[in-house]
């Protein structure tokens, strides 16, 4: 980890240690990749304005997330198959957001069971939901969380349909999967990969392991759960998640000002302003283009989170710029953990968190409080 600068280096390592078929379904997006490439460029083009001899010797990140104290402005958004990418991943990358202060959110698509992670650390991360058809099995998963205690729900309302990723279906990324000669002499050169992965506690979805008949055929659960998204998903469905889970709630998913709206009369206490990292709607505008009009129209009534993109210190000082109150990253730690798991999830934050500090030293800041747009150039 000595030589590993950036969160590309962490990326690349990513690429050389864990098989294709797994490192593209992190790295790569839907259709065409235009909201993907979007994402990145455009927080690219937004530049700082450079300040001079201002007393930065006092910069401090920490600041507030949904009120509990986090060390810097930065969340571990929902990812699903970490447990594919390191084994226990998902277990790796809490241990490492509870090291560095910040908050974890562990994804319903998660390979380890919201139990398995509750028992191996040391304090209460947060759960993402997805609603499926099977509202039975929604209220046990959230009581699950309750039982756990989860300190909110991030409910993602933007894969009521499912984007494609060509990636995948190249990949064979299938139950069961296709298997290639060239599939085989990839995994055969990953061994750590595989003996991690077979170490781990688990290797198939842990929160819906149980719930269908069966589990171990590995085939039916993935039947069940792609049958299971629903494409009648509303509003009134939202009303009911606040009815059965009586803490925070962040929806995540926003794009457009009148959902914005809408989400605030919901009485969530934040929303992550998402395109999904670019893995759902192809050809939506980049989140940081849409996130000034959002903040605009709702950041003084509701917590503005924002991802997509993220991909290094400058990127968040860009998003608070532009309004956001903190930033989740995706797959910034996800390639930390498939590089070095904890270890590599704590270097993805520790880049971001120097970064950050460099920012905001060279643009006269000494507070995340201070970020606003006057640190942007015109
Ligand atoms: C995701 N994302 C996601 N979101 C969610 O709510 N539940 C999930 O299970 C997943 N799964 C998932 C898998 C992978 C491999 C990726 C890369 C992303 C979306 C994620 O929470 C976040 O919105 C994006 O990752 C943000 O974009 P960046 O930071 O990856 O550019």
Redesign the pocket.
């Known amino acids: 980890m000595k030589h590993i600068t950036c969160i590309e280096d962490l990326r690349l390592l990513h690429k050389r240690r864990v098989p294709k078929a797994f490192f593209d379904?992190?790295d790569r997006g839907s259709y065409a990749e235009e909201t993907l490439r979007a994402?990145r460029d455009d927080l690219q083009k937004i530049k700082f304005r450079q300040r001079i001899l201002v007393d930065v010797s006092k910069r401090d990140l920490s600041t507030t997330i949904l009120g509990e104290p986090s060390s810097m402005p930065l969340i571990l958004?929902?990812?699903?198959?970490l447990g594919m990418q390191h084994g226990d991943g998902e277990i790796h990358a809490c241990r490492a957001a509870q090291a560095a202060g910040i908050p974890f959110t562990q994804?319903?698509?998660s390979i380890c069971s919201i139990e398995d992670i509750a028992g191996s650390v040391e304090k209460p991360f947060w759960f993402?939901l997805?609603v499926m058809k099977d509202r039975g099995f929604i209220k046990a998963l959230v009581e699950r969380a309750i039982a756990a205690k989860c300190t909110a729900l991030?409910l993602?309302v933007d894969?009521q349909v499912i984007g494609q990723r060509h990636q995948d279906i190249k990949n064979g990324m299938s139950v069961p999967p296709e298997w290639s000669l060239s599939k085989l002499f990839d995994f055969a050169t990953k061994p750590a990969w595989v003996q991690g992965v077979l170490q781990g506690k688990r290797r198939t979805f842990g929160n819906i392991a149980g719930h269908v008949k069966n589990t171990e055929d590995l085939t039916k659960l993935s039947a069940w759960t792609a049958s299971q998204f629903d494409t009648s998903l509303n509003w009134k469905d939202v009303d009911w998640i606040r009815s059965i889970w009586p803490g925070k709630l962040i929806i995540?998913?926003i794009h457009d000002i009148e959902d914005a709206k809408l989400a605030v009369e919901t009485g969530a206490q934040a929303m992550?302003v998402?395109n999904?990292?670019?893995?759902q709607l192809d050809g939506a505008p980049s989140s940081i283009h849409v996130l000034p009009g959002i903040a605009d129209a709702v950041g003084d009534k509701i917590e503005i989170m924002f991802?997509?993109?993220?991909?290094s210190g400058q990127d968040v000082m860009r998003a608070l710029a532009l309004g956001a109150k903190s930033c989740?990253?995706?797959?910034?730690y996800?390639h930390g953990l498939g590089a070095g798991g904890q270890a590599g999830v704590a270097k993805a934050i520790d880049i971001i968190r120097n970064e950050l500090l460099t920012t905001m030293g060279l643009c006269g800041v000494n507070t995340v409080a201070e970020i606003d747009r006057k640190v942007l150039a015109d």
């Open positions: 379904y992190a994402n958004a929902p990812v699903g198959l994804s319903t698509m993402q997805y991030c993602t894969l995540k998913g992550v998402s999904h990292g670019g893995r991802d997509g993109g993220i991909r989740m990253i995706g797959r910034a996800a």
